[in-house]
């Protein structure tokens, strides 16, 4: 779980005449994921594509141009499951969209056409003049423009160009006839002169014979009569997508097929007589492997398992494992084409693991292709979801833990300890539902899955705080109004925001302290020294410096919370006796063990970067107290939503105060007017059992019918806010502590993602 899947890399070495059944095989099998042979081989090449190839693309595109004219979403559509005569099927499917879409074409052409027309005379139509009175005068220019009237009017005013002129208008298009001045003449573009510096849009006259009216009106039947047409081909080219679309997206499935299939050479060893395929598989595949390229050509093929990847920096073995490497034929696996003399098993050499482009054999022949192991991620169902916010970083190096197993730990608590809401966590948890079970897109249904748990963690929360969209009735039910926690947003309850500081602090020691062990445990590879500097002296750096920020040594200087947030007495939300670590642990234990933490910290650096490792590793030391103050994040997130929530809620109920400093909303009513006046001359006032000594707000509820339906719009949509800001605020915050101050102790990531080559390594299928 800690781990991705265990990976070997497997060869399978044969004759090209069996080549095509292997190729199958392999396909149909979907879990070798194939490496590409770079060519650095001596007298192999890469493999040409099976014959066939280029026709089966050359289909393949045609019917994806099919599916994109006919609008298909193969998502949507169930492929047929076998096709009959379908090169002929295809035909006529291709001639017949081809035909519609050629119509569809034209109809649009020619609609795109009338529309230019029916632009250009829809200004003379509106101007009401005909045509043949604007064109034809020896002695004045004419123009029709569209733009504001009165800058038209004044530019032609103050043109010299121009020594009278006259307007038509309608709408907002103007007709000008302007009379040249002395020393111009028609044709000089007087008109336009004049009007350069407005902003206005000139209309060319239309080459027609009839009134702009009649000609507009023509020319709207002949676009609607486009338009039922266009309607009419659309309709036939949806009847063929519903006779024709599950072959469509079934053969396109099958094509796809043929076409992986028949490249899959290019990515092979290949002499004139053999082939070499190798790959990664996962280890408990194996036998499967061998099973399946046994069944279809039988001793034809040399199957070896070459190694088994261990978790070092690269994912290649630090050592090969015993793995039986005999191929039956004693000779030593140079493949069945292979003329070199037989050898006995006593004389064969085992193969040997090598990272340098190729792992010799016995003979001589290099048989391995240098790459790295994908990854496959190796999680429970329940914690499978949560791969999608690792990978949105990046997926784990196969050489890392995994660390989405503690995402399912840490990151729904956190959202829900922060947001707290028995009624928000409803709604989380049904978006979560909807999208889990309505959708079948993996990142919508891991979206839905995660949505569930931190839904149902804001539930479990709410029932400890006792609160439904912010009120407190859920506490009254179920604890009697006092319920086992309270967000501290009220002064009388207080102390239990400096208990969700103090808690929020020891929240990030153990987080990180988790990450530094991971971090730890995934460099041991490199020795317990290496990893130690790595990751073990900043964990004593941190807990050392923490041992003494909790001791009682010079407390004076320190925050009181840190002594009375889990002590005893009115400073303690819960009395369980702390009053901070001895002052003599701090001194003889936390200094010590900080300093040798921050000591063994900097000769890491220094053995990173020289004498520079000083400064930087005394700069980054401060990183352990900044790391850890940055989880007090998750108490101001409580704060800030249980303040929005309350807000909401006092807008609409209203809320008195007690003598206590308890707040209470105006649910069942609140104090008359007498009451009002009597605590505005400073009296106490007994209201449902509490001395009330202040009103906060009167509540929109309270106010009248006009009031109360404002307040239920405030009340709705102010919840929906607090609904949304809570994925921004307690979502995004606790991503964060997730990927800044968790992931950066012990994650770097980058693994390759694990492509099996086989049916579902097609985009869109299963």
Do not use: C
């Not at 169930?78 to 291709?94: K, T």
């Not at 408990?284 to 034809?300: I, M, P, R, W």
């Not at 106490?684 to 009330?692: I, L, P």
């Amino acid at each position: 779980m800690l781990r991705p899947d265990r990976m070997s890399k497997v060869s399978v070495t044969g004759s090209k005449r069996v080549m095509p059944e292997v190729i199958e095989a392999v396909y149909a099998l979907n879990e070798v994921h194939l490496s590409d042979y770079d060519g650095s081989w001596a007298a192999f090449d890469n493999g040409d594509p099976i014959a066939g190839a280029d026709e089966a693309s050359e289909r393949l595109v045609t019917v994806r141009a099919l599916e994109s004219t006919l609008d298909i979403d193969r998502e949507e559509v169930e492929p047929e499951p076998g096709v009959e005569d379908r090169e002929a099927r295809l035909e006529r499917v291709r001639s017949r969209v081809n035909e519609l879409d050629d119509e569809r074409t034209e109809l649009r052409d020619e609609r795109r056409r009338v529309e230019d027309r029916l632009d250009r005379i829809e200004p003379f139509a509106d101007l009401g003049i005909d045509l043949d009175l604007l064109s034809g005068y020896r002695s004045v220019e004419v123009g029709v423009v569209s733009g504001p009237e009165a800058e038209i009017e004044a530019a032609l005013a103050e043109s010299e160009e121009i020594r009278a002129y006259e307007t038509f208008t309608g709408g907002d298009v103007v007709a000008i006839v302007a009379a040249p001045a002395e020393g111009y003449s028609v044709g000089d573009g007087v008109i336009d002169d004049a009007l350069v510096g407005v902003d206005l849009t000139r209309h060319e006259l239309p080459d027609t014979d009839r009134s702009p009216e009649a000609y507009a009106d023509e020319l709207d039947a002949r676009r609607r009569e486009l338009d039922a047409e266009l309607e009419d081909v659309e309709a036939r080219l949806e009847q063929v997508a519903r006779e024709e679309g599950s072959f469509l997206v079934g053969l396109e499935r099958r094509l796809t097929m043929e076409v992986q299939q028949a490249e899959a050479p290019l990515q092979f060893a290949t002499t004139d007589r053999a082939f070499v395929a190798e790959g990664w598989i996962r280890t408990k595949q194996y036998d499967t492997l061998v099973a399946a390229v046994t069944d279809a050509v039988g001793e034809s093929v040399e199957i070896e398992e070459l190694e088994r990847a261990d978790y070092d920096d690269h994912g290649h073995p630090t050592h090969t494992e015993e793995v039986d490497h005999d191929d039956g034929d004693g000779n030593g696996g140079s493949g069945p084409d292979s003329e070199e003399p037989a050898a006995d098993d006593s004389e064969r050499e085992p193969a040997r693991a090598a990272t340098d482009g190729g792992q010799a054999r016995a003979g001589g022949d290099i048989v391995t292709i240098d790459d790295e192991p994908p990854v496959v991620q190796d999680n429970t169902r329940a914690a499978k979801p949560f791969e999608f916010l690792l990978q949105m970083i990046a997926r784990p190096k196969y050489s890392e833990l995994d660390p989405t197993f503690f995402l399912l730990l840490t990151f729904p608590a956190f959202f829900g300890f922060m947001l707290g809401d028995l009624g928000y966590g409803l709604l989380y948890g049904t978006v979560g539902f909807l999208l889990y079970s309505r959708f079948d897109d993996d990142v919508v249904r891991s979206l839905g899955a995660i949505g569930l748990w931190a839904g149902g963690f804001t539930m479990l929360f709410g029932i400890l705080y006792g609160e439904v969209f912010g009120m407190h009735v859920l506490g009254d039910v179920l604890f009697g109004g006092s319920p086992p926690m309270h967000k501290g947003l009220q002064p009388a309850y207080a102390e239990y925001s400096q208990t969700w500081l103090m808690v929020s602090v020891l929240l990030g020691l153990a987080h990180l302290t988790l990450g530094y062990v991971l971090g730890f445990i995934n460099d041991m590879k490199h020795g317990v020294a290496e990893s130690y500097l790595e990751h073990g002296s900043w964990a004593l750096l941190m807990l050392g410096f923490w041992t003494w920020v909790f001791s009682r040594h010079t407390s004076g200087v320190k925050p009181d919370f840190l002594y009375e947030a889990l002590g005893s007495g009115s400073g303690a939300a819960y009395e369980l006796g702390y009053t901070g670590l001895p002052a003599d642990v701090g001194l003889y234990v936390g200094v010590p063990v900080a300093v040798i933490g921050l000591v063994t910290m900097i000769y890491g650096e220094v053995k990173h970067y020289g004498g520079l490792g000083i400064i930087i590793g005394l700069l980054e030391s401060f990183s352990v107290l900044g790391d850890v103050l940055s989880y007090l994040r998750i108490a101001a997130v409580i704060l800030a939503k249980a303040g929005m929530a309350f807000v909401v809620n006092m807008l609409f109920f209203g809320v008195y105060v007690d003598d206590h400093g308890g707040w209470h909303f105006g649910t069942g009513g609140m104090p008359d007017s007498e009451a009002v006046g009597a605590l505005e001359a400073g009296e106490t006032v007994a209201y449902h059992g509490y001395e009330v000594t202040e009103i906060m707000f009167g509540g929109l509820l309270h106010g009248g019918l006009l009031s109360a339906a404002v307040g239920v719009v405030v009340l709705v949509v102010g919840h929906i806010v607090v609904l949304l800001l809570g994925v921004t605020s307690a979502g995004l915050q606790g991503i964060r502590l997730e990927y800044v101050e968790f992931f950066e102790k012990f994650y770097e990531g980058g693994g390759r993602k694990f492509e099996p080559f086989g049916h579902g390594s097609a985009d869109g299928e299963e």
